[in-house]
């Protein structure tokens, strides 16, 4: 009964930026477990980022590297995903999930985790 709406996508030079919203409705936004997974074409679904709804924050090795940054914003029901320094590695179709369930620090990255999942939108980043 979760529904995600992604957007934000679109198509961007390398070492540009993008912001990728995901709207949450159906629920009450301030329980669930956010994350960003991305899957190129051909390849397998990867994770991204994630925020739990107490605030904890897992990250992939580019978020690491601090080009991306996940956030939430519970009074608009919203979570983002802040993309800088965009390479053409970065393409992909970039799709929130969300789950009411508990998570911890190995299992907020596994795709498995969670339950409602959103349509999706495209990154293209061109060289």
């Known amino acids: 009964q979760v529904q995600l709406v992604e957007s934000g996508g679109g198509l961007v030079q390398a070492g540009g930026s993008l912001r990728l919203s995901c709207v949450a409705s159906?629920?009450?936004?301030?329980?669930?477990?956010m994350g960003w997974f991305r899957q190129a074409l051909g390849a397998k679904r990867e994770f991204v980022a994630a925020?739990?709804?107490?605030?904890?924050?897992?990250w992939s090795a580019d978020s690491v590297k601090g080009r991306f940054t996940i956030s939430r914003d519970n009074a608009k029901n919203t979570v983002y995903l802040q993309m800088n320094s965009l390479k053409p590695e970065d393409t992909a179709v970039y799709s929130c999930?969300?789950?009411?369930?508990?998570?911890?620090?190995?299992?907020?990255?596994?795709?498995?985790?969670?339950?409602?999942w959103g349509q999706g939108t495209q990154v293209t980043v061109s060289s």
């Open positions: 925020i739990s709804r107490s605030g904890f924050r897992r």
């Open positions: 159906g629920g009450t936004f301030s329980s669930y477990n």
């Open positions: 999930a969300a789950t009411t369930n508990p998570v911890n620090s190995e299992i907020i990255e596994i795709t498995e985790t969670y339950d409602y």
